[in-house]
């Protein structure tokens, strides 16, 4: 009877989280998400870790880099002294990034139009970066593409849209970057922009699900078979940053931003500045024994939301305290049953 009791109390104290939080409903998406009163214990740590000047000498290149994310590695790779060149297809908004980015670190960075899904274009981008600053020993793939919807109303067409840029377009970069490497023998550092829910797969988003995957599986592989020509290849898993663009698709209604703090552990979103530092170390010397990771990079987000009992956490005191009671109770029934 006290088993039935208390799992009546879990009952209800979980579908009493769930009413409150569905009954926030849609809501504008603010411009940053809230957070929770934990975040002062996780500063924001904007600055660059690395010592200046770590990549003086070398060529970085960054695709995607006109925007959001790829953007704040190519700047905090140039604050430290790299040679950077930014592929995407869009040239003017490339151009305009470069320019901004030179006037902040003070270093060449070149925009290159570019489209991963195209194995020539991507051939003249090289091309145009060893002409201006030579071979490439950086390579960092973070062009992505990705939309929800239910898996169902895909077209074939809506799914080779996020495989070719993700999976494909990450492939050929790196076929590209790599061959290249191992003609003039030198080695290479890669890093790529995977998710989470790579592991676990995810409902309404499975071309991004899959394509990254098969990332990771990528850059496990070559970790292998192409450590033996200098080259390290690791993956970045990063939690919710928000960045123009990609919450548009992702967030249309802002309810995700709005309330995202509160199934982070860290009780925050992630910076651009802080996934940046975390490149530039995979990038550097400073890592130079790690290959064929993925590191995931979400405050805690993916062990928060997987747990079974995670939800408890929204339990007050009071209600541990009516628990606690009947699972004393029923731990001291069934000792004494066993004593009979």
Same mark, same amino acid.
């Given at each position: *009877?006290?088993?039935?009791?208390?799992? @009546? $109390?879990?009952?209800?104290?979980?579908?009493?989280? /769930?009413? @409150?939080?569905?009954?926030?409903?849609? @809501?504008?998406?603010?411009?940053?998400?809230?957070?929770?009163?934990?975040?002062? !214990?996780?500063?924001?740590?904007?600055?660059?870790?690395?010592?200046? %000047?770590?990549?003086?000498?070398?060529?970085?290149?960054?695709?995607?880099?006109?925007?959001?994310?790829?953007?704040?590695?190519?700047?905090?790779?140039?604050?430290?002294?790299?040679?950077? $060149?930014?592929?995407? /297809?869009?040239?003017?908004?490339?151009?305009?990034?470069?320019?901004?980015?030179?006037?902040?670190?003070?270093?060449?960075?070149?925009?290159?139009?570019?489209?991963?899904?195209?194995? %020539?274009? +991507?051939?003249?981008?090289?091309?145009?970066?060893?002409? =201006?600053?030579?071979?490439?020993?950086?390579?960092?793939?973070?062009?992505?593409?990705?939309?929800?919807?239910?898996?169902?109303?895909?077209?074939?067409?809506?799914?080779?849209?996020?495989? %070719?840029?993700?999976?494909?377009?990450?492939?050929?970069?790196?076929?590209?970057?790599?061959? /290249?490497?191992?003609?003039?023998? =030198?080695?290479?550092?890669?890093?790529?922009?995977?998710?989470?829910?790579?592991?676990?797969?995810?409902?309404?988003?499975?071309?991004?699900?899959?394509?990254?995957?098969?990332?990771?599986?990528?850059?496990? &592989? #070559?970790?292998?078979?192409?450590?033996?020509?200098?080259?390290?290849?690791?993956?970045?898993?990063?939690?919710?940053?928000?960045?123009?663009?990609?919450?548009?698709?992702?967030?249309?209604?802002?309810?995700?931003?709005?309330?995202? !703090?509160?199934?982070?552990?860290?009780?925050?979103?992630?910076?651009?500045?802080? #996934?940046?530092? #975390?490149?530039?170390?995979?990038? &550097?010397?400073?890592?130079?024994?790690?290959?064929?990771?993925?590191?995931?990079?979400?405050?805690?987000?993916?062990?928060? +939301? &997987?747990?079974?009992?995670?939800?408890?956490? =929204?339990?007050?005191?009071? @209600?541990? %305290? *009516? *628990?606690?009671?009947?699972? /004393?109770?029923?731990?001291?029934?069934?000792?004494?049953?066993?004593?009979?």
């Amino acid at each position: *009877m006290a088993s039935k009791t208390l799992n @009546q $109390v879990l009952q209800a104290v979980l579908r009493n989280a /769930r009413t @409150q939080e569905g009954q926030r409903g849609i @809501q504008t998406s603010a411009v940053w998400a809230k957070e929770g009163a934990q975040a002062k !214990h996780f500063p924001k740590m904007k600055t660059p870790m690395l010592p200046p %000047d770590t990549f003086k000498g070398k060529t970085a290149f960054v695709t995607g880099g006109g925007t959001g994310l790829g953007k704040g590695m190519a700047t905090m790779l140039s604050s430290l002294g790299a040679n950077v $060149v930014i592929a995407a /297809r869009r040239l003017p908004v490339l151009e305009a990034t470069a320019s901004e980015i030179t006037k902040i670190t003070g270093n060449p960075v070149v925009g290159v139009s570019m489209d991963v899904r195209n194995p %020539d274009t +991507i051939k003249a981008a090289f091309d145009a970066c060893e002409e =201006k600053f030579g071979l490439p020993t950086i390579i960092i793939n973070n062009a992505a593409g990705n939309f929800i919807s239910p898996t169902e109303r895909l077209s074939a067409n809506a799914w080779r849209t996020v495989t %070719d840029i993700v999976l494909n377009g990450t492939a050929f970069v790196t076929l590209e970057a790599g061959k /290249r490497l191992i003609k003039a023998e =030198k080695g290479g550092t890669f890093v790529s922009i995977t998710t989470p829910y790579a592991r676990s797969g995810s409902g309404f988003v499975s071309p991004s699900a899959s394509a990254k995957a098969g990332v990771e599986a990528l850059t496990k &592989s #070559l970790a292998a078979e192409w450590g033996r020509y200098g080259m390290r290849f690791n993956c970045i898993a990063p939690g919710p940053i928000e960045t123009e663009g990609a919450f548009s698709r992702l967030d249309p209604t802002g309810q995700f931003v709005e309330q995202v !703090h509160k199934r982070i552990p860290a009780g925050r979103m992630g910076e651009v500045e802080e #996934l940046a530092n #975390l490149a530039t170390y995979l990038c &550097s010397d400073y890592s130079a024994w790690l290959s064929g990771e993925s590191l995931a990079f979400d405050g805690g987000e993916y062990p928060g +939301i &997987s747990g079974a009992f995670n939800l408890l956490g =929204k339990v007050t005191n009071e @209600q541990w %305290d *009516m *628990m606690e009671k009947i699972i /004393r109770s029923s731990s001291k029934k069934q000792k004494n049953k066993g004593n009979e």
